[in-house]
């Protein structure tokens, strides 16, 4: 198993940037494609970048393209989600996952076999 730990949200204004980061421990981070997903309140947990074990993909949901990026640090163990352009509905608990598979990558929630804790962001208007 993996541990990841988030960090980085918090209350910002809509227009706003925040970073926001997952340290990795436990295993090889480098062998694992990542992702980001959130969950807003009375919503379901959705998928919001992925990024692959080698950092040469990049995928994400519609709603934050151009406004977010996912990227990776492998030799700090590190996955980071870079997040401009804030919007009031971008308000969730953010959660970074890693693959159940090594040098793999599958869009499916269940195929991400560790998960972190998450971190709130709050985007006011």
């Known amino acids: 198993q993996v541990q990841l730990v988030e960090s980085g949200g918090g209350l910002v204004q809509a227009g706003d940037s925040l970073r926001l980061s997952c340290a990795a421990s436990?295993?090889?981070?480098?062998?694992?494609?990542m992702a980001w997903f959130r969950q807003s309140p009375g919503k379901r947990r959705e998928f919001v970048a992925a990024?692959?074990?080698?950092?040469?993909?990049?995928y994400y949901a519609d709603f934050v393209k151009g406004r977010f990026t996912i990227s990776r640090d492998n030799a700090k163990n590190m996955l980071y989600l870079q997040m401009n352009a804030l919007k009031p509905e971008d308000t969730a608990v953010y959660f970074c996952?890693?693959?159940?598979?090594?040098?793999?990558?599958?869009?499916?929630?269940?195929?991400?076999?560790?998960w972190g804790q998450g971190t709130h962001v709050t985007v006011s208007s």
């Open positions: 436990g295993r090889t981070f480098s062998s694992y494609s």
């Open positions: 990024i692959h074990w080698n950092a040469l993909d990049t």
């Open positions: 996952a890693a693959q159940r598979r090594t040098s793999y990558y599958s869009p499916l929630e269940a195929d991400f076999g560790s």
